[in-house]
T-cell receptor, first 114, second 116 residues
Framework: EAQVTQNPRYLITVTGKKLTVTCSQNMNHEYMSWYRQDPGLGLRQIYYSMNVEVTDKGDVPEGYKVSRKEKRNFPLILESPSPNQTSLYFC?????????????FGNGTRLTVT | GENVEQHPSTLSVQEGDSAVIKCTYSDSASNYFPWYKQELGKGPQLIIDIRSNVGEKKDQRIAVTLNKTAKHFSLHITETQPEDSAVYFCAAAANAGGTSYGKLTFGQGTILTVHP
């Protein structure tokens, strides 16, 4: 089954404790991206990757890191999480850049930073 | 960069009525406009999209219209059903050039509730 898998689904952590949210897709997609969803703000892009070893900042990259060492994986790293990073996070992938159509989204990771 | 504004933020209709959600965008380079439906506990799913060379597109009870001159596009759902209740997002992306290249920028979302 074609899918984007995020782990974990729920995560509660404390300020400053490094964490990684994993994202994997099994569709051989070139493009992958991370979004955060906050009430009243919609989905805002954190980072995106056009292909392996190619990453770029989205609209809200501060406090986040990503890597794309393999085509299927695109982890999101929070080196020193802060309470303002409490949010619902989505990973997405598509065959090519967004205008190619059909983003596949994961089911989300709800992160709470205390 | 691109800015997408979506209205209304909440919409309540009776089953069988029509629902309309509107979005405006700022980047004239944007040429791809998808709509997503998000159900509780799930990620958004594409329901329909339109490209800038087309003014209207229909898929059964769902239609999208685009006015490039005014930089706005709308989602129309006819004969609404309770299972249409969800959060709907519009988005915009640019094929080349502009500050939107490589990005899919979303609106703020509309919570649609269809009452039986």
């Amino acid at each position: 089954e074609a899918q984007v898998t995020q782990n974990p689904r729920y995560l509660i952590t404390v300020t400053g404790k490094k964490l990684t949210v994993t994202c994997s897709q099994n569709m051989n997609h070139e493009y992958m991206s991370w979004y955060r969803q906050d009430p009243g703000l919609g989905l805002r892009q954190i980072y995106y990757s056009m292909n392996v070893e190619v990453t770029d900042k989205g609209d809200v990259p501060e406090g986040y890191k990503v890597s794309r060492k393999e085509k299927r994986n695109f982890p999101l790293i929070l080196e020193s999480p802060s309470p303002n990073q409490t949010s619902l996070y989505f990973c997405a992938s598509s065959v090519t850049r967004p205008t190619g159509g059909l983003f596949h989204f994961g089911n989300g990771t709800r992160l709470t930073v205390t | 960069g691109e800015n997408v504004e979506q209205h209304p933020s909440t919409l309540s209709v009776q089953e069988g009525d029509s629902a309309v959600i509107k979005c405006t965008y700022s980047d004239s380079a944007s040429n791809y406009f998808p709509w997503y439906k998000q159900e509780l506990g799930k990620g958004p799913q594409l329901i329909i999209d339109i490209r800038s060379n087309v003014g209207e597109k229909k898929d059964q009870r769902i239609a999208v219209t685009l006015n490039k001159t005014a930089k706005h596009f709308s989602l129309h759902i006819t004969e609404t059903q309770p299972e249409d209740s969800a959060v709907y997002f519009c988005a915009a992306a640019a094929n080349a050039g502009g500050t939107s290249y490589g990005k899919l920028t979303f609106g703020q979302g509309t919570i649609l509730t269809v009452h039986p």
